[in-house]
């Protein structure tokens, strides 16, 4: 991007940005990157402790974005970027991709009780989201595992099992509006994952 089209771009609104997104503009993807890879860079970072896991999140969410970006509709790209990072560590932390750096951090020498009680508060939640899902009526499960685990857009989802994206969009509220409750006492694990 020349500088002169740059200074264009750092003119332009968030709105104005994802507008030109969606449209294939890659100088407004770029200028969106260019806004955000800190922030996200440090949203992931706090949570996996490895610099180039945190830098292999940004840029799955931002290979993500670009693949989808006709498909999504998003009122404010700041938010949106933050809760997509967010959702990705919740995957990599799934996954066990650095499950092995907090079972070192749990050794005696390295770790202490808070950090134990963390990890094993967050381990419990997740074992209660995870079994939560699975109770949710099928429709309403199949829907979060598309929307959650596959990061398909509702429109997407709508598509594929033949509903109306009001449908899909009701059914993900229900399924949150759950789990929110299973983890309303886990405060923390619930200003992390689902704001």
Same mark, same amino acid.
């Given at each position: 991007?020349?500088?002169?089209?740059?200074?264009?771009?750092?003119?332009?609104?968030?709105?104005?940005? /994802?507008?030109?997104? !969606?449209?294939?503009?890659?100088?407004? @993807?770029? #200028?969106? !990157?260019?806004?955000? =890879?800190?922030?996200?860079?440090?949203?992931?970072?706090?949570?996996?402790?490895? +610099?180039?896991?945190?830098?292999?999140? &940004?840029?799955?969410?931002? &290979?993500?974005? =670009?693949?989808?970006?006709?498909?999504?509709?998003?009122?404010?790209?700041?938010? !949106?970027?933050? /809760?997509?990072?967010? !959702?990705?560590?919740? #995957?990599? +932390?799934?996954?066990?991709?650095? $499950?092995?750096?907090?079972?070192?951090?749990?050794?005696?020498?390295?770790?202490?009780?808070?950090?134990?009680?963390? &990890?094993?508060?967050?381990?419990?939640?997740?074992?209660?989201?995870? #079994? #939560?899902?699975?109770?949710?009526?099928?429709?309403? $499960?199949?829907? @979060?595992?598309?929307?959650?685990?596959?990061?398909?857009?509702?429109?997407?989802?709508?598509? $594929?099992?033949?509903?109306?994206?009001?449908? &899909?969009?009701?059914?993900?509220?229900?399924?949150?509006? $759950?789990?929110? +409750?299973?983890?309303?006492?886990?405060?923390?694990? *619930?200003? @992390? *994952? *689902?704001?």
């Amino acid at each position: 991007m020349d500088a002169q089209l740059k200074t264009k771009y750092a003119a332009f609104s968030d709105g104005q940005l /994802t507008d030109c997104l !969606y449209t294939g503009d890659s100088d407004a @993807f770029s #200028e969106i !990157y260019r806004r955000y =890879w800190k922030t996200m860079l440090g949203i992931a970072y706090n949570r996996l402790k490895s +610099l180039e896991q945190a830098k292999d999140v &940004v840029h799955d969410v931002m &290979v993500w974005l =670009w693949k989808h970006r006709a498909a999504q509709r998003i009122d404010q790209i700041g938010p !949106y970027l933050a /809760t997509a990072v967010k !959702y990705r560590v919740l #995957e990599e +932390l799934r996954k066990g991709s650095v $499950r092995a750096s907090y079972q070192d951090q749990l050794q005696p020498d390295h770790g202490c009780c808070a950090d134990t009680e963390d &990890v094993l508060h967050y381990r419990a939640v997740l074992k209660m989201v995870r #079994e #939560e899902v699975e109770l949710l009526p099928e429709k309403c $499960r199949i829907i @979060f595992k598309y929307s959650r685990e596959e990061h398909l857009s509702n429109r997407e989802i709508a598509e $594929r099992l033949q509903l109306s994206v009001s449908t &899909v969009e009701n059914q993900l509220h229900k399924a949150l509006g $759950r789990l929110r +409750l299973v983890v309303r006492n886990f405060h923390l694990f *619930f200003l @992390f *994952f *689902f704001t």
